[in-house]
Nanobody, 117 residues
Framework: QVRLVESGGGLVQPGGSLRLSCKAS????????VGWYRQAPGKERELVAA???????NYADSVQGRFAISRDNVRRTLYLQMNSLKPEDTAVYYC???????????WGQGTQVTVSS
């Protein structure tokens, strides 16, 4: 069974930075396209950054130029470097698969990111 453990969230002031990590176990992580999702209170979960198995990246317009996704297939870990954070980035952040038919692993607990002065 696949297990995802996200970490690295916290409280940060606007303009600050955070680096999120997601450790995957129980899967051949390297062969999957994966991504970072977030869910703000009262809103649906949305994909904010994605990376293919070959390392190509894609970002939502709202985070383009501020966030950077990367992966370490040896450590089976996904990263999200978040810079120039805004209050609207406040959400619980999750990692999971990214594919056109919506196949996902069991969701982890997520990591809370709060951007506030």
């Amino acid at each position: 069974q696949v297990r995802l453990v996200e970490s690295g969230g916290g409280l940060v002031q606007p303009g600050g930075s955070l680096r999120l990590s997601c450790k995957a176990s129980g899967t051949n992580f390297r062969i999957f396209d994966v991504g970072w999702y977030r869910q703000a209170p009262g809103k649906e979960r949305e994909l904010v950054a994605a990376i293919t198995s070959s390392g190509s990246t894609n970002y939502a317009d709202s985070v383009q130029g501020r966030f950077a996704i990367s992966r370490d297939n040896v450590r089976r870990t996904l990263y999200l470097q978040m810079n120039s954070l805004k209050p609207e980035d406040t959400a619980v952040y999750y990692c999971n698969r990214n594919n056109q038919i919506g196949e996902v692993w069991n969701w982890g607990q997520g990591t809370q990111v709060t951007v506030s002065s």
